[in-house]
């Protein structure tokens, strides 16, 4: 009987470009206070969000994602050809089929690769990123694009004051290749479905049908109490200290959330904490690359630093992972 060949696969897999693409449409809170019931003020203290980006028309999920994603190949030096699979995390994707992750390659010249998507709320960047890392280390896949890519402001009550000034549009992506010294750690991913409807996009014929609702209180409590715990985690199964992490990017969603998260942890002076939710929302699976872009671009963050990732959001789902930055 013959047996199964599997191929040699990788110790690793590193991170070896990051690229992003922020919509050219700023909002200001106090723009916005114009058409609803709000305030800059109640916005920058219940959240921390200053402006954000809204897409345009022109400015589709397809769009942003090959705009980020030719950043992220431009600036790992690989050409299309190098690349194998295409991952794009989002909840906001416009077709339920076909998804956006062949069309992505097919516009950025990638010939035939691995495409698809997926869906893990606001942790669908994380996800995507250890699926992709692993297929890396199995083999699978020589070099991989992962998107995180959001138009929410096609899933959102323009109107409802509670859910249109915190989310908002963006792409950011990230090159990954095959390494002798693992640049992405073990992930801690899990779920508690039983708060499935905490975060949510009902379906047709339901209250709300078509537009994003959120347990703001309930999501809040959630995420504070039970998430520092995989923050530590991913630590540990990395081998790594609070002490060694010299960049924080969870996922943006909340200010307060991000420094009490920061604080509970024991983090360095010196590390560096994301906070780009300030200038740019709650972009959902697009959040953590946008943000560490921003602190790349900016210098606060720097070649060769080691990261410490999270995403959470709808289902319930979070994800945690140590990276090494390109
Ligand atoms: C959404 C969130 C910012 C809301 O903040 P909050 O402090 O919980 O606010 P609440 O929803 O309790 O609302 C408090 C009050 O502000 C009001 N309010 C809500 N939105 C407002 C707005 N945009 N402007 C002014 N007032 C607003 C509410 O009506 C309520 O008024 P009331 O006390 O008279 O009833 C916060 O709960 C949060 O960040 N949750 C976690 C979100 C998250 O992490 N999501 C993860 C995945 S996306």
């Known amino acids: 009987m013959s047996t199964i060949q599997l191929p040699a696969g990788s110790p690793g897999a590193r991170i070896l470009g990051i690229g992003e693409y922020r919509p050219r449409r700023r909002v200001t809170n106090d723009e916005l206070s114009q058409t609803m019931d709000t305030n800059d003020e109640w916005i920058r203290t219940r959240v921390g969000i200053r402006e954000r980006r809204w897409a345009d028309d022109d400015e589709t ?11 992220a190949l431009a600036a790992s030096g690989l050409s299309p050809e190098d690349v194998d699979l295409v991952v794009v995390a989002s909840c906001s994707l416009p077709t339920q089929i076909p998804g956006a992750g062949p069309e992505v390659a097919h516009r950025l010249g990638i010939p035939r690769p691995g495409g698809y998507d997926v869906n893990a709320g606001c942790a669908g960047f994380c996800y995507a990123l250890s699926a992709a890392s692993d297929a890396i280390r199995a083999g ?16 959102v009550d323009m109107t409802d004051r509670s859910t249109a000034v915190i989310f908002a549009d963006g792409a950011g992506a990230m090159v990954l290749g095959a390494s002798d010294e693992p640049g992405v750690g073990p992930v801690v991913w899990g779920s508690d479905g ?13 209250p709300d049908a078509g537009n994003l609702t959120m347990a703001g209180q309930a999501v809040y409590r959630w995420a504070t109490t039970k ?51 300030a200038q740019a929302g709650n972009t959902s699976s697009a959040s953590v690359p946008l943000a560490l872009s921003a602190l790349l671009e900016s210098g606060e963050a720097k070649s060769g630093d080691l990261a410490l990732l999270l ?16």
């Open 194 to 206: 039983d708060q499935r409807d905490a975060i949510a996009i009902p379906a047709p014929g339901q």
């Open 61 to 71: 999920v397809v769009e942003m994602s090959v705009a980020a994603g030719g950043k």
């Open 140 to 155: 699978s896949a020589r070099h991989a694009l992962v998107i995180g890519v959001e138009k929410l402001t096609d899933v």
């Open 227 to 277: 998430l520092t715990e995989t923050l530590q985690q991913a630590m540990d199964r990395a081998g790594v200290t609070a002490a060694d992490i010299d960049v924080f990017a969870p996922h943006q969603a909340n200010l307060r959330i991000i420094e009490l998260m920061a604080k509970r942890l024991g983090l360095a002076e010196s590390t560096v904490i994301a906070r780009d939710v």
């Open 311 to 326: 995403g959470y959001g709808a289902g319930l789902t979070f994800a945690g992972q140590v990276v090494r930055l390109p």
